[in-house]
């Protein structure tokens, strides 16, 4: 069973910056995406971003892509997410999600957005102007 810990979440004024992190374990096979989610308060949940093991990310907001950072340290098999230039807007609660592959096909290293079946407790960012 996969276990997902996020940690780094927090309240920053507007402009600032945050790093999330997301601790793995539990994983069978080395093929695996990991991801950011959100969920602000009456709003769906909003993918942010995915890593494949292998290295490649994929952003499923474009708008997001030039404030928030994606990246992974296999060997601690963590993923973080950089945010910065922070606004009122991003305030939501982060979920790190995963899926695993026995072997990877080139689709599902692509990490889609639907394709996460691990999720973690998710971890509260707080935003103020």
């Known amino acids: 069973q996969v276990r997902l810990v996020e940690s780094g979440g927090g309240s920053v004024r507007t402009g600032g910056s945050l790093r999330l992190a997301c601790a793995a374990s539990?994983?069978?096979?080395?093929?695996?995406?990991m991801g950011w989610f959100r969920q602000a308060p009456g709003k769906d949940r909003e993918g942010v971003a995915g890593?494949?093991?292998?290295?490649?990310?994929?952003y499923y907001s474009d708008s997001l892509k030039g404030r928030f950072t994606i990246s992974h340290d296999i060997g601690k098999n963590q993923i973080y997410l950089q945010m910065n230039n922070l606004e009122p807007d991003d305030t939501a609660m982060y979920y790190c999600?995963?899926?695993?592959?026995?072997?990877?096909?080139?689709?599902?290293?692509?990490?889609?957005?639907?394709?996460?079946?691990?999720w973690g407790q998710g971890t509260q960012v707080s935003v103020s102007s």
């Open positions: 539990g994983f069978t096979y080395i093929n695996n995406c």
């Open positions: 999600a995963a899926v695993e592959f026995r072997g990877a096909s080139l689709y599902q290293r692509t990490c889609v957005e639907s394709g996460y079946n691990y």
């Open positions: 890593i494949y093991s292998g290295g490649r990310s994929t």
